[in-house]
């Protein structure tokens, strides 16, 4: 009886307009949320200046442009195996901006370095905030980020030019 009651009282509420109406709809969709800022594919880049090692403060990632970063040391056995295809592939693709970014060595050494290689790549220098930033935790790794500033590859490990080429081909 006592169940009887309260479901009547509950219809009768609900008869009455008491009852929980659904949420109105909006007419204007909601804003597309900005991509979250970070290292991993899917998120925007984070933004940088280093010095270059031609001269001058470079920033990165370039609007408009994709962008590889290639980090590297000149004591890493892949990142010397690698350097020929990178350096192949940014004479290869001027549209690209594409930096390799020494980490943590001296400016005269890197220059000795790509002289005696006969490399003629863009080099940044990172004192260590660009790689910590990045999340760097192993050499060699290269990050590309899309025209909008966009993570959209991400390796650790040699990569050759064919490699970035496709990469960047759908960019």
Known sequence: MKKTLIALLLLLLAAAGCAPS????????????????????????????????A?????????????VLNFWATWCPPCREEMPELDKFAAA?????????NLQEPAP???????????SLPVLLDAGGVAQTYRISAIPT????????????RKTGPVTAAELAGV???L
């Open 22 to 53: 659904p949420a109105p709809r909006s007419p204007v969709p909601a804003p597309a949320q900005a991509a979250e800022t970070g290292v991993t594919v899917g998120k925007l880049a984070p933004g940088f200046t280093l010095e270059s090692l």
């Open 55 to 67: 001269g001058g403060a470079v920033a990165a990632p370039v609007p408009g442009k994709v962008t």
């Open 93 to 101: 693709n001027p549209a690209v901006a594409f930096y390799a970014v």
């Open 109 to 119: 050494k890197v220059a000795g370095f790509l002289r005696d290689q006969g490399y």
């Open 142 to 153: 290269t990050v590309v980020i899309d025209r909008d500033g966009v993570v959209r590859y």
């Open 168 to 170: 960047i081909r759908g």
